[in-house]
């Protein structure tokens, strides 16, 4: 992950972290490059000051912690350390070398054989290990997914379910339209594992093709094509298309949770090598 150079006013150290750069920012914070006494790379998040007064931002930023936390897997970044009660709030998690899987497919192209079934599976893994700590990452897609040299890594749990329902007061969307599940835009349930599993299957699409799986074009079209369409698999090989168009059923209890997907990518992997 390439990053960019302070800016004025950037804090020079957060916590143990002396800051490096800018790795990202977002609504909630932005993201530095920090490097600790040890010489520990981290990826540390830091609240936007003009939130820091907000406790329903206050509250987003203990959820994260605590998901993260609660989850053990290499496939991902784990939480090295935070304070979420100062009077600027921070998180530090691993820093992950390499792109992401969405600068990786725009500058390299779709991904084919050996290193697909790597992100598919890999991203299996992850989610398995998320859910099995009762977490919804809520935000899964292209972006938030790291290419590392053991394989890829989920990371940004900022909207991680939590709080009732999927939008905001004023009626926004949280997450990522086109790589959402319908039934996050038609109802106001807290979103369940399976909404994941959705996501799980758009941006395998994704990795295969180097296209949104939903297309462009006017938010309104897109969204209608999220609830009444079907995604592009296309650029799917046979065998991995079968277990990425159940996880995209429409109707959330038809699709199979993170375990039942790894079982399903182990036994046609394993026909595909025989």
């Known amino acids: 992950m390439s990053w960019k150079a302070l800016r004025a006013g950037d804090p020079p150290e957060v916590g143990p972290y002396r800051l490096m750069g800018r790795l990202g920012s977002g609504g909630m914070g932005i993201v530095y ?5 040890a010489g520990t790379r ?17 509250h987003r930023f203990h959820r994260e912690a605590a998901a993260v936390a ?14 979420v009660d ?27 054989g050996a290193a697909l079934w790597e992100v598919a599976r890999g991203l299996a893994e992850a989610l398995s290990a998320i859910h099995d700590a009762d977490v919804v990452h809520r935000d899964l897609k292209p972006g938030n997914v790291m290419l590392a040299e053991d394989g890829p890594k989920v990371i940004d749990f900022g909207i991680v379910a939590g709080l009732p329902g999927m939008m905001t007061a004023s009626g926004v969307v949280m997450g990522s339209i086109g790589y959402l599940a319908p039934e996050l835009l ?7 594992p399976a909404a994941d599993i959705f996501s799980w299957g758009l941006t395998v699409c994704y990795a295969a ?11 309104d079209a ?18 991995l298309r079968g277990v990425v168009a159940a996880s995209l059923r429409k109707k959330p209890e038809r699709r199979p949770d993170a375990h039942r997907i790894l079982t399903q990518i182990a036994a046609t992997a394993g026909a595909v090598a025989a």
């Open 222 to 239: 897109l969204l209608y094509r999220t609830v009444h369409g079907e995604a592009d698999l296309s650029g799917l090989p046979g065998p």
């Open 86 to 112: 100062g009077d600027q709030p921070w998180i530090a998690t691993e820093y992950v070398a390499g792109p992401t899987l969405f600068s990786s497919v725009a500058t390299g192209g779709p991904l084919s």
């Open 186 to 192: 038609t109802t106001t349930r807290r979103p369940r």
């Open 70 to 83: 609660a989850i053990d897997s290499p496939r991902v970044a784990r939480l090295l350390a935070a304070d």
């Open 209 to 219: 093709s180097g296209r949104p799986p939903f297309g462009g074009g006017p938010l």
């Open 33 to 37: 490059l920090g490097v600790d006494d």
């Open 42 to 58: 981290a990826a540390v998040k830091v609240m936007r000051e003009e939130h820091t007064a907000d406790a329903a931002f206050r």
